[in-house]
């Protein structure tokens, strides 16, 4: 099993190393998106657990994005929505069902029918530019178990127990 590609960024950084080596998957900052566990109910829904590095400033989302990747980038424009939420304001958002609308959010565009193909969850921040995601299938989600970036099946008080801010996990 492949472990999940994750990654965190700022578009700055993203467009230096885009225009420094050309189409590649975005490479993280230290922090690196280690702070997803991916998961599927028993329903088929995907289960979201946001756990944000305690030391960064923005912690708060702003916005949800579940796309369906496109091509080498993860993120770009040709990354089709399958759904969206945003709020007015920075909440603490620490769990997540694609589809279903956490406290203070609207939804922008409905849940697609299809989650086929490479998958991207996308958590934006209260700074505009910043945001962390990762790539996953759902063939690769297990029922009770939150996949990490290390390829590891996690409970739901393993994955929220990490300090997402070591590297290595």
Known sequence: MSPLKFTGFSVVNAMMVFLAAGCVLFPGEPYSGREFGIS????????VLYNPCASREDTGATAIRLVRVEGRLFGDS???ILWEAKSE???ELREMTMGQLPDGFTEIVKLAPSLEGRLGIIVFGSESDRFQGAQFTTAELRIGRYLDARGRYLTRDEFMALDTCKAGL
């Open 78 to 80: 040709d990354d089709e």
């Open 40 to 47: 599927r109910a028993p329903d088929g829904s995907i289960l």
């Open 89 to 91: 304001t920075a909440g």
